[in-house]
């Protein structure tokens, strides 16, 4: 006898509770077989006991008929199956933002996987000289590859640009000032904060300048002796217009230089390639702000680089050695498995001409609208055909970069839009709401009653049909939806 039938019994039990099924019978039931060969014995019987739990409440309660073992078995069954769905698991992004922070930014290139992979499944030459058969660093395997690529003398890897911009104020401005332009003081996303990231380090926060207007007269007048670094942030996710002024990084470092104290350039979305060449809008290189005479540069590995989630920071090697030095680098390195990967995607940038084929971020934001409009024509009839509630068009769209990347420039995209034929408001916000319970969840954005499906990240096309399939025959214009 299961004890699940002899223990919970308190005092004489109401006569239909007599009649429940054992733990037992209910996984000899098919569905309890089958959650015994899916999940496991512990799981498939905690499961067909919590299902037993509910019923005998219900039945005390006084609701429902004892239920058979096959019913009890089915109901565990998918709960199992429900809580083994992954949490963290693939959608598609139609949001027509590329750098979808929140859905994860950059989709790795091939390369990148494959790399990670073999890194999960095998011992590596993390930090060891297989030369010399003495201990490595974890740096050497990508700083030839990242100085080679913008010009700088040294660097090193941290966890994200965040913790880049952490180390880099911690180690040269811990107890000083560290002076930053009015202009510069930004937020990326509630969480990141200029000042507040410069108070955590340890720094005191010398603002010069104003909102709009910042001068070279007023970095000079606030370097004091005891000053440790000037920085310069890029302006991601804003930009100020109209009466400006900001000091050009050349005439920054040259001010720098002139008083002993080292520029950081926090580049943001550091791009590794001209993006001109590509017809996009010129994004500040890393080379660029090398050249331009920063004693430091940091940037993202996820934004416009394409990579996995790190922080780059480039630059003099005497100022690298000190960051090294620093306990806190060791709390904000990366591990072996984003190293393969970030390995792997600077490789990809030796050769520029293939890079937007093999670069998904770079694919996606050089996608042809012609390409796109092709998509949208094969793609619209089975939409069409899956919710006769809607009617389906192909409209032009704009897309954008996403993590605070060229915020101003959009780019030329197409889409589905959805509209529901009776007119209703909500018929758009419900039906996003059907799309993120798909199987594999589709993620568009809703805009003047419609919702738009921007096609510009879509790829696998037989794969997003297969995932939209799952509407057929579900009615989502219907009341109660
Ligand atoms: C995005 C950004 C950061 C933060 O970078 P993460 O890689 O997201 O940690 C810092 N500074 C600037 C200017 C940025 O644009």
Redesign the pocket.
């Known amino acids: 006898m299961a004890p699940a039938v002899l223990s919970p019994t308190p005092a004489a039990p109401a006569a239909p509770l007599r009649g429940l099924p054992s733990v037992d019978a209910a996984l000899k039931a098919e569905a309890g077989r089958a959650a015994l060969a899916r999940h496991g014995r512990q799981a498939a019987t905690a499961a067909v006991r919590a299902a037993l739990d509910e019923r005998r409440a219900a039945l005390r309660a006084g609701a429902g008929a004892v239920p058979a073992a096959e019913e009890i078995a089915a109901a565990a069954l998918a709960r199992l199956d429900a809580a083994a769905v992954p949490s963290l698991r693939p959608v598609f992004n139609l949001t027509g933002t590329v750098l979808h ?1 929140n859905l994860g930014r950059a989709v790795f290139a091939e390369a990148a996987v494959e790399a990670a992979t073999q890194a999960m499944r095998s011992a590596v030459a993390l930090e060891y000289d297989l030369g010399g058969g003495r201990r490595g660093e974890r740096d050497d395997h990508i700083r030839d590859l990242i100085c080679e690529l913008t010009g700088a003398e040294d660097a090193t890897l941290v ?7 952490l180390l880099v104020l911690n180690t040269l401005a811990q107890g000083r000032p560290a002076v930053v332009s009015r202009g510069e003081l ?1 937020e ?2 509630g969480a ?1 904060r ?1 000042p507040e990231i410069m108070r955590r380090a340890g720094a005191e926060l010398e603002e010069v300048g104003t909102t709009n207007r910042t001068h070279a007269r007023d970095y000079r007048e606030a370097i004091r002796p005891e000053t440790g670094v000037i920085l310069k ?5 804003y930009r100020v217009e109209g009466f400006t002024a900001q000091v050009p990084p050349r005439e920054l470092a040259d001010i720098a230089h002139a008083h002993g104290v080292p520029l950081v350039n ?4 550091g791009t590794l390639a001209d993006l001109a060449r590509y017809g996009l809008v010129h994004e500040p290189t890393v080379r660029e702000a090398v050249a331009e005479g920063a004693d430091l540069v ?1 940037f ?4 416009l680089l394409g990579g996995p ?3 780059f920071i480039v630059g003099r090697r005497d100022l690298i050695a000190r960051l090294n030095k620093n306990p806190m680098k060791r709390a904000l390195r990366v591990d072996k498995v984003r190293l393969a990967a970030i390995e792997a995607t600077l490789r990809l940038y030796r050769d520029p001409d293939r890079l937007p084929e093999q670069l998904p971020t770079l694919r996606f934001l050089t996608r042809r609208p012609d390409d796109m409009a092709a998509q949208a024509e094969r793609l619209a009839p089975v939409l069409a055909h899956l919710l006769p509630g809607f009617t389906v068009s192909v409209a032009p769209c704009r897309s954008q970069i996403g ?3 060229l915020p101003l420039e959009t780019l030329p995209g197409i889409a589905l839009a959805l509209r529901a034929r009776d007119g209703s408001g909500g018929a758009p916000a419900r039906l996003a709401d059907a799309l993120r319970r798909l199987p594999v969840p589709v993620i568009g954005r809703i805009e003047d009653q419609a919702l738009l499906l921007d096609l510009r990240c879509l790829e696998d096309e037989a794969a997003f049909l297969f995932s939209i399939g799952a509407l057929e025959g579900t009615d989502q214009m219907g009341g109660a939806a």
């Open positions: 922070t966890n994200n640009n965040a913790a880049a911009v930004i990326i996303g990141f200029m942030v890029h302006t991601s996710n926090d580049l943001g979305s940091t993202s590995g996820d934004k989630q790190a922080g993590s605070g990347a």
